[in-house]
């Protein structure tokens, strides 16, 4: 299928690229909307002089049109671009902050957290959304959406990764727009009255009431949990044991509320409805209730990013259905990404959940029918199942090179929880939703709550049997930006030849092949070259790296340091082998003598190029610099935070370069 037949996709693509091209270089919005105006007023002329929409001039305007529409709307999307945005106001710290809850996270084991819409400081009306941490206490306040509150806690900033290859938070949080926290202790805000419900508010209370229902019925902790995910969008009650079941066995995307369930949630409502064809109107009756019964569920399940993009997509699905024109899925496809999501919030293209979903989709559109023509089953049953591993199989291609960038594994026995799961997910879902209308009403019979728990027992059970099976789960795969644009371009060539065999496609298919293959030897090459040392930030803990090629060798006083220090570097970087030592009072790395004064505060009197204060040594630093006449001076996370500010202040009146990890993140020796 030639996918750039399809004009929506064209269109997709071109915003995509002004999307891009927004992300990497910056615009002025009053430029970028005068630069859009003149291209539609030569785009109005050519039409009116040539009288003909196919000529190439045309076509050049519209389609630099499309891709300036995409900057000016990735431009149009950040929040500082705009004058009434929190940064832009002059502020002292004794103002007033007027919040307003946006969303609830999952809580921490330290505090609850929210985002937060900043309604005004002072007597200035404000834009922006900033992320709010309350710790837990005995009588810890808990909020919910659209609660309003004032505070004059101080804004502070949000610290990036501060370790090599860690999640930066940060940059996650600045894709969404959220450049700021505020840590609030308790009493240190006021509740005020004047909150305005909001649609979301709406659907979050109408879900808390849910599931306090639910709680009073007898399912198990970790049921609660699925069922909670499944029907609901909750997941903050799954157990970490359940989730990295579902995660191992590549059902994870099962406990999101996405596209699988609302795609089948569709199936089953439009088979409920089908009798109702034989009325008049009747199939415009099915596509008005399909669509109102996919939208009150997705309210309750709280109307977050990923039901909303996904409840869209099918919402044209189900006017394809009722066109009876459901081969233009592509068009449909790209018209909701196209009119609806990406033009409302071009931020969406660079979140995880975004890209899977639209991947996952696109390939089980394009490669699913090109597998299930290999074999027609002549049994029903046997028909059914195929076609469902091809489903399977299509749709972990398209998302395979996604999820070895971003999780760096590959469940190998993906296809028998597929298999199992997703044909009884209809089923699963449709009592589901019995249950979850029952309860409301107290009508649920316990017998129905016992059948329920069984099930969703069962499928716990066996997803954890999958996950158990650890030969078939391929994990710690390096795999980086390069890899995963290589790797699209492999896929594409690949399902081309696959489709028509020729020379021509013979030759771009061994070509990517090739360039895939010769970017990953030469990524071994430089691993082989590549020496290193870093301090790492650990509160409480010290810790070097030191890194000879594919071999790591962790200094450190416990070697039971946490995997996500070691395991996301050693992927990154290709590492083979890891080893403990531990710490010496003194190294010669790179070129650079290293002295480490730890608790005891004893230190050679010698001159020494760097100098590792850890554990808090009670030294005299200005005695210490006079001594040893340092070029650098660092602490790391081993240390009081009162003593870190002190020796900051010392190392600036001496005119010494100062590295705390805490703030700087790693300290690597060059």
Known sequence: MKLLAFIPIRLTLLLILGILIGKLFSFDLLYLGIFIGALFVLLSAIFLFEKNTKSVFFGIVSALIFVFLGTYCYTNAQPTNHN?????????????????????????????????????????????????????????????????????????????????????????????????????????????????????????????????????????????????????????????????????????????????????????????????????????????????????????????????????????????????????????????????????????????????????????????PILRDLWFPKNKVVRYFWQLLCVSIAAQLGVLPISLFYFHQFPGLFFVSNLIIVPALGVILGMGILVVFLSIFNWLPAQFVWLYNKIIGFMNNLIA?????????FGDIPFDVVQLILSFIVLVMGVQLFTRFNSKRILLCLGSVLCFQGYTIYQEINTNEKVEAMVLHKTKERIIFNRNGKELTVLTDNNNQPDYLISRYRTAERIHSVSFDTLKNGYHIKNNSLLIIDSTGVYPLSTSDKILLTQSPKINLDRLIDSIQPKEIIADGSNYKSYVDRWKITCIKNKIPFHYTGEKGAYYFK
């Open 465 to 473: 049997w999958v996950a158990r099976q650890e030969s078939f789960i």
């Open 84 to 368: 009434d945005h929190y940064t832009k106001i002059t502020y002292t710290n004794s103002d007033l902050w007027s919040l307003k809850i946006k969303d609830v996270l999952k809580p921490n084991p330290f505090s609850y957290r929210y985002y937060a819409t900043v309604k005004g400081i002072g007597q200035h009306p404000t834009t922006g959304t900033i992320l709010i941490s309350i710790p837990k206490g005995s009588s810890g306040q808990q909020f919910h959406i659209d609660d309003e509150f004032v505070t004059r806690t101080k804004l502070t900033d949000i610290y990036p990764s501060l370790n090599p290859h860690q999640f930066d938070y940060k940059n996650y949080l600045k894709n969404i727009g959220i450049y700021h926290q505020m840590q609030i202790e308790q009493h240190h805000f006021t509740i005020t009255s004047r909150s305005k419900t909001t649609l979301k508010g709406i659907a979050s209370s109408l879900r808390n009431h849910i599931i306090s229902k639910l709680e009073k019925e007898s399912f198990g902790e970790d049921e609660f949990g699925v069922i909670q995910a499944l029907l609901l969008g909750q997941r903050s009650d799954i157990s970490e044991e359940t989730y990295t079941n579902y995660q191992k066995a590549g059902a994870v995307h099962i406990l999101a509320v996405s596209g699988l369930h609302i795609g089948i949630l569709l199936l089953l409502i439009q088979f409920l409805l089908s009798p109702l064809k034989q009325i008049p109107k009747g199939r415009t009756i099915i596509l008005l209730l399909s669509v109102i019964f996919l939208w009150a569920f997705a309210f309750i399940a709280g109307l977050s990013a990923s039901i909303i993009r996904a409840t869209t997509m099918f919402t044209f699905v189900a006017y394809a259905l009722y066109l009876n024109r459901p081969s233009n899925t592509f068009n449909i496809l790209a018209l909701s990404i196209l009119f609806i999501l990406l033009f409302i919030d071009p931020n969406l293209l660079f979140q995880v959940g975004f890209q899977m979903s639209y991947a996952a989709v696109f390939a089980i559109l394009w490669i699913f």
